[in-house]
């Protein structure tokens, strides 16, 4: 069993910065494909960014591509989102996804992740 608790979430201003983090235990995050999700309100759960299990390859949606960084530390079992010039459309909440199915590729849907997280809200105010 995995367990995974997102933070960093808040009210930002238009142009803002926010970290998000997402601490794992249960299993370490080494060796496992990340991501991270958000929903808007009224709208459907969407991929945001993505880690593969080695860690060495990332993928983004092209909403947020060029504005947010997703990263992890080992060490600390955690998954990071850095999201810098913030807008109005980005208010969702968060949510991270562990995967410890098989494969060694870039997955972007909800349903290639085993775990989540309960989220962590964020507000862009213009």
């Known amino acids: 069993q995995v367990q995974l608790v997102e933070s960093g979430g808040g009210v930002v201003q238009a142009g803002g910065s926010l970290r998000l983090s997402c601490a794992a235990s249960g299993r370490t995050i080494s060796s496992l494909a990340m991501a991270w999700f958000r929903q808007p309100p009224g709208k459907e759960r969407e991929f945001v960014a993505t880690i593969n299990r080695g860690g060495g390859a990332t993928y983004y949606s092209e909403s947020v591509k060029g504005r947010m960084t997703i990263s992890r530390d080992i060490a600390k079992?955690?998954?990071?989102l850095q999201m810098n010039s913030l807008k109005p459309e980005d208010t969702a909440m968060y949510y991270c996804a562990i995967r410890v199915s098989s494969g060694d590729g870039i997955y972007t849907t909800v349903s290639s992740y085993d775990?989540?997280?309960?989220?962590?809200q964020v507000t862009v105010s213009s």
């Open 77 to 80: 079992n955690t998954l990071f």
């Open 115 to 120: 775990y989540w997280g309960r989220g962590t």
